[in-house]
């Protein structure tokens, strides 16, 4: 077997300072190489008005629902339309029209 005869520190110190140098060179020729085309402002007469896009909300509409009066025959507490509902029997009550289809659809309503 044959022995490699070690480096001595100040040889491996000066090998990677030559190969530092060598990859420093590389690189700046490299970020010089290249080019960035930077686009100039167009003016192509288009604006546009962020207020337009703005919701005034004294101009929104209420949704008022049509309120129905109903009855019901038994005691019946429920969830309708993510509204909860605790009902008696024979009191009257005033709700939007859709509970009052959910609720006849069921057999829950007594006549008024």
């Given amino acids: 077997m044959a022995v490699k005869k070690a480096k001595t520190v100040e040889q491996?110190?000066?090998?990677?300072?030559?190969?530092v140098e060598e990859t420093k060179e590389e690189v700046t020729k490299a970020v010089d190489d290249v080019q960035v085309d930077?686009?100039?402002e167009k003016d192509d007469g288009i604006t546009v008005d962020a207020e337009a896009f703005k919701v005034n909300e004294v101009n929104i509409p209420e949704e008022k629902e049509k309120k129905v009066r109903i009855r019901?025959?038994?005691d019946h507490h429920c969830s309708i339309a993510m509204e909860r509902y605790d009902f008696k029997a024979g009191k009257t009550y005033d709700v939007p029209a859709n509970v009052k289809i959910v609720l006849d659809r069921a057999g829950l309503?007594?006549?008024l």
């Fill in 38 to 40: 930077i686009p100039e």
């Fill in 72 to 74: 019901l025959r038994v």
């Fill in 12 to 19: 491996v110190e000066e090998t990677v300072d030559v190969a």
């Fill in 109 to 111: 309503l007594a006549p």
